[in-house]
């Protein structure tokens, strides 16, 4: 089976926060589980670099666009490689490969008549990079609270007016392609409220991709975006990625841009006779201890920040638990701190950590060679599966949660120090019992703490090639006898720097 999901692609006006960082490690999440469960895995991410906000940002930093693209897309390149996300691919809008394939979209919609030359006179936000209605405007605002400014160009325009029934018939007939569901509803009562013809080319500026026949335009840069998740597959060339990945399975996105994902990119792909996507799924909006994160503010998280104070696992952990997926949440430190104790150094670590340093010191540091008592968890990995599936990772870590738990309890019933004495013989079955279902539990973590999986892993000696969802069933579990590393700590516990007595 094969799997293409997406980040979009993120603008290099400026450098990498948390906002950014959810949404690649909310992709890894599903890329790493889609792998684990067998899946030929396509996963790509990249930066968003042309047009007037980015060339407004160059310019205001005495920068060259292109300067300013090359600095800002490394940064979020090395932002993947700091939240150890998994892409195969990152696509720049910068590269020949996009400024060639989004040429040949252009080509393929104005050929089926979709596109015609007029002039545009309205409204303009760079912020958003949007066009908006008088109509739609607050207190001389956009709806979004980006300030908005009047243009007057010559523009081509794409027929978005005539995909007006084909969308609303899309939508009703793959009730799965927007989600989550209350934002179906959202677009689809916009979409009925009527599409206008789109504006897709300006030319008051240069940073852009040329329309193909008039240098005078370049491309709007949501038409130049969008088509990333084609381009990096080699379009419009009838490459194997074409025809392995496309159409798309997911497109992962913040709930600002589905709009952007779920009218314009499907009549795009429409217009130029492409399948259109399986899924769009909008995740919602963080705000810091309360508050807009914001340039203004000076508010913004770097993700670094949090990866050297709290660890990577600790921080992917968070990310995807602290908020329902799909809602807005609010990034607290407090909260933070008391997710990673509760949940992962009082919970999972130390679990973990009691089990191994029994083992070690009542099995001769080895798998217990004993029967197994089986402790409940079919149910949970069926919940977690489908939650997974389902794009709800936060509900999928619950149930993580659930297990270890069971677990705990489960030692705390048995009490294995009482049987040391009383049952030695069911005491290595308890451990036994324990350690295979910690096997479990790891595995169905990677996902979400690939490192710290792994570490588990090898502490309990389950070999490289046994880790994936096929390797959950009984029969690959432990084997007695195996010799098991010295046991060390997974998760420590977060403590407050003491504030030294002088404040400073
Ligand atoms: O919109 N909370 O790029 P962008 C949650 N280039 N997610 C957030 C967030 C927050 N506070 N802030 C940002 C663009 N995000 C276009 C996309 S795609 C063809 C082009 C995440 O740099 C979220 O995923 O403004 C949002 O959709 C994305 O960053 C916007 O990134």
Same mark, same amino acid.
């Given at each position: 089976?094969?799997?293409?999901?997406?980040?979009?692609?993120?603008?290099?006006?400026?450098?990498?926060?948390?906002?950014?960082?959810?949404?690649?490690?909310?992709?890894?999440?599903?890329?790493? #589980?889609?792998?684990?469960?067998? +899946?030929?895995?396509?996963?790509?991410?990249?930066?968003?670099?042309?047009?007037?906000?980015?060339?407004? @940002? @160059?310019?205001?930093?005495?920068?060259? $666009?292109?300067?300013?693209?090359? +600095?800002?897309?490394?940064?979020?390149?090395?932002?993947?490689?700091?939240?150890?996300? /998994?892409?195969?691919?990152?696509?720049?809008?910068?590269?020949?490969?996009? *400024? @060639?394939?989004?040429?040949?979209?252009?080509?393929?919609?104005?050929?089926?008549?979709?596109?015609?030359?007029?002039?545009?006179?309205?409204?303009?936000?760079?912020?958003?990079?949007? #066009?908006?209605?008088? /109509?739609? &405007?607050?207190?001389?605002?956009?709806?979004?609270?980006?300030?908005?400014?009047?243009?007057?160009?010559?523009?081509?325009?794409?027929?978005? !007016?005539?995909?007006?029934?084909?969308?609303?018939?899309? #939508?009703?007939?793959?009730?799965?392609? *927007?989600?989550?569901?209350?934002?179906?509803?959202?677009?689809?009562?916009?979409?009925?409220?009527?599409?206008?013809?789109? !504006?897709?080319?300006?030319?008051?500026? !240069?940073?852009?991709?040329?329309?193909?026949?008039?240098?005078?335009?370049?491309?709007?840069?949501?038409?130049?975006? &969008?088509?990333?998740?084609?381009?990096?597959?080699? #379009?419009?060339?009838?490459?194997?990625?074409?025809?392995?990945?496309?159409?798309?399975?997911?497109?992962?996105?913040?709930?600002?841009?589905?709009?952007?994902?779920?009218?314009?990119?499907?009549?795009?792909?429409?217009?130029?006779?492409?399948?259109?996507?399986?899924?769009?799924?909008?995740?919602?909006?963080?705000?810091?201890?309360?508050?807009?994160? %914001?340039?203004?503010?000076?508010? @913004?998280? +770097? $993700?670094?920040?949090?990866?050297?104070?709290?660890?990577?696992?600790?921080?992917?952990?968070?990310?995807?638990?602290?908020?329902?997926?799909?809602?807005?949440?609010?990034? %607290?430190?407090?909260?933070?701190?008391?997710? =990673?104790?509760?949940?992962?150094?009082?919970?999972?670590?130390?679990?973990?950590?009691?089990?191994?340093?029994?083992?070690?010191?009542?099995?001769?540091?080895?798998?217990?060679?004993?029967?197994?008592?089986?402790? $409940?968890?079919?149910?949970?990995?069926?919940?977690?599966?489908?939650?997974?599936?389902?794009?709800?990772?936060?509900?999928?870590?619950?149930?993580?949660?659930?297990?270890?738990?069971?677990?705990?309890?489960?030692?705390?019933?048995?009490?294995?120090?009482?049987?040391?004495?009383?049952?030695?013989?069911?005491?290595?079955?308890?451990?036994?019992? =324990?350690?295979?279902?910690?096997?479990?539990? !790891?595995?169905?973590?990677?996902?979400?703490?690939?490192? %710290?999986?792994?570490?588990?892993?090898?502490?309990?000696?389950?070999?490289?090639?046994?880790?994936?969802?096929?390797?959950? /069933?009984?029969?690959?579990?432990?084997?007695?006898?195996?010799?098991?590393?010295?046991?060390?700590?997974?998760?420590?516990?977060?403590?407050?720097?003491?504030? /030294?007595?002088?404040?400073?």
């Amino acid at each position: 089976m094969n799997f293409y999901l997406t980040t979009p692609i993120y603008y290099v006006n400026d450098r990498p926060h948390i906002g950014h960082a959810y949404t690649s490690v909310a992709c890894d999440v599903l890329a790493r #589980y889609k792998r684990l469960s067998g +899946a030929n895995v396509k996963f790509l991410t990249g930066t968003d670099e042309h047009g007037q906000k980015i060339e407004k @940002a @160059a310019t205001a930093a005495g920068l060259t $666009p292109q300067a300013m693209a090359d +600095a800002n897309s490394q940064h979020f390149r090395d932002m993947a490689r700091l939240m150890n996300i /998994s892409n195969d691919d990152f696509i720049r809008t910068t590269e020949p490969r996009h *400024i @060639a394939s989004a040429q040949a979209l252009w080509k393929k919609m104005e050929a089926g008549g979709h596109i015609y030359l007029d002039s545009y006179k309205g409204w303009y936000s760079v912020r958003d990079e949007a #066009y908006y209605q008088e /109509s739609e &405007l607050v207190d001389g605002k956009a709806p979004t609270g980006a300030d908005v400014e009047w243009v007057e160009e010559p523009s081509y325009f794409f027929r978005l !007016s005539s995909f007006h029934e084909k969308l609303l018939e899309y #939508y009703a007939a793959h009730p799965g392609f *927007i989600g989550p569901e209350s934002r179906r509803n959202e677009v689809t009562s916009f979409v009925k409220g009527g599409l206008k013809d789109l !504006s897709i080319s300006r030319t008051t500026f !240069s940073w852009g991709i040329k329309v193909p026949g008039n240098e005078k335009h370049v491309m709007y840069v949501w038409l130049d975006a &969008l088509a990333n998740y084609l381009s990096a597959l080699g #379009y419009p060339d009838n490459t194997p990625d074409i025809n392995d990945f496309w159409p798309a399975d997911l497109h992962l996105v913040g709930k600002d841009i589905l709009r952007f994902h779920t009218v314009y990119w499907p009549a795009f792909l429409m217009a130029a006779q492409l399948p259109v996507p399986k899924r769009v799924f909008a995740h919602g909006w963080w705000t810091i201890e309360g508050e807009k994160m %914001s340039k203004s503010l000076g508010n @913004a998280i +770097a $993700p670094q920040n949090l990866v050297s104070e709290f660890g990577l696992d600790q921080t992917r952990w968070f990310l995807m638990r602290e908020v329902p997926f799909g809602n807005d949440g609010n990034f %607290s430190r407090e909260r933070m701190i008391q997710v =990673i104790n509760s949940e992962l150094a009082n919970n999972i670590g130390n679990l973990v950590q009691r089990t191994l340093t029994m083992i070690h010191k009542n099995a001769e540091g080895k798998v217990p060679a004993a029967a197994i008592i089986s402790i $409940p968890c079919q149910d949970i990995l069926e919940y977690y599966n489908n939650n997974m599936n389902n794009i709800n990772f936060t509900i999928a870590g619950e149930g993580i949660i659930t297990l270890a738990n069971r677990c705990n309890a489960f030692i705390d019933v048995q009490a294995p120090w009482k049987l040391k004495k009383e049952d030695p013989e069911k005491m290595l079955s308890v451990l036994y019992s =324990i350690a295979e279902t910690i096997r479990k539990i !790891s595995i169905i973590l990677y996902p979400f703490m690939p490192e %710290s999986s792994s570490k588990i892993l090898a502490l309990l000696a389950v070999p490289e090639d046994q880790r994936t969802l096929d390797h959950l /069933s009984g029969s690959y579990a432990l084997k007695p006898g195996t010799p098991l590393p010295p046991p060390e700590p997974v998760f420590p516990r977060f403590m407050e720097k003491a504030a /030294s007595p002088s404040g400073a």
